[in-house]
């Protein structure tokens, strides 16, 4: 289901010249249309795609996945005057869902490692300071941390930090997942290798055919941007246009250096 249907942007011209405006991609910015469950925005490092995607987040009120609402947080201070000036078209407005950046993945997992590590020293402390009493008195002590251990566990499957990072990042996604959601993923293919990424085609497609989910990914991988029936929306072009897969830059580049590596590598 496509929630979002576009964002607009008036920009005044006396703005024209400051970060993020200044980016030819955001600069010649009137209506961007989501015309498809599934949008990967593309483009060189610099081109605007993941500003916009932040400044979306900040607009929509999405939570970062983990974690709690954007606006305490200081990296995005810079898109903060892209995303006031956005308005954002909803054909049903949902809270669901979430924003993710790779960094507040890892950020999270460490977070967790944290937690863990501070309820199973709360559950050693409670056998120590309980040495001596009843086992019922030991049990009701620790029956708070054990349950917030077991939720961890029920939720994640698991420590995260102990398994790949492809791995643990797919779980994480499954477990943070709702329904009828809009879901921001700025670079997801980071911690995913190519194998974990078809994974991850393949849990999008369940999300979108059987739950409703909106999804727009900033993205640099020719693997993700496969997903069959995607717009994928050129941020090295401005204004920005949409492009087909094949007419892709990223990918051309990909299926030629595949074809032919030493070809390229000789000029190195």
């Known amino acids: 289901m496509i929630h979002l249907q576009s964002i607009q ?7 024209a010249e400051v970060f993020p405006f200044h980016i030819p991609a955001i600069r010649s910015l009137t209506t961007l249309a989501f015309t498809t469950p599934v949008t990967f925005l593309v483009g060189e490092n610099g081109s605007g795609k993941s500003s916009l995607l932040e400044a979306l987040a900040l607009a929509a009120g999405s939570i970062v996945a983990g974690s709690s609402e954007l606006g305490g947080d200081e990296s995005l201070n810079g898109v903060k005057p892209l995303a006031h000036r956005l308005k954002l078209t909803w054909s049903k407005r949902t809270r669901k869902g979430f924003f993710l950046r790779s960094e507040d993945y890892f950020g999270y997992v460490r977070r967790l490692a944290r937690m863990r590590q ?10 120590t300071d309980y040495k001596g009493r009843s086992q019922y008195a030991r049990d009701l002590a620790s029956l708070p941390y054990r349950r917030e251990l077991h939720d961890l566990n029920h939720q994640y499957g698991g420590d995260l930090d102990s398994r790949s990072h492809g791995e643990s990042f797919l779980s994480f996604f499954q477990a943070r997942f709702v329904p009828d959601g809009l879901y921001l993923l700025d670079e997801p293919e980071a911690p995913l290798s190519p194998l974990r990424q078809m994974s991850l085609i393949a849990l999008l497609k369940t999300m979108v055919n059987d739950h409703n989910a909106q999804f727009i990914i900033a993205t640099h991988s020719p693997i993700l941007m496969a997903f069959p029936g995607a717009t994928i929306l050129n941020f090295d072009a401005a204004p920005i246009a949409s492009v087909a897969y094949d007419d892709l830059e990223h990918v ?10 030493a070809q390229f590598l000789k000029h190195l």
Do not use: A, C, I, K
Not at 118 to 127: A, G, Y
């Open 9 to 15: 942007l008036n920009l005044p011209p006396e703005q």
């Open 118 to 127: 501070e309820l199973e020293r709360d559950l050693r402390e409670v056998d």
């Open 252 to 261: 051309r580049l990909t299926r030629d250096f595949l074809n032919n590596p």
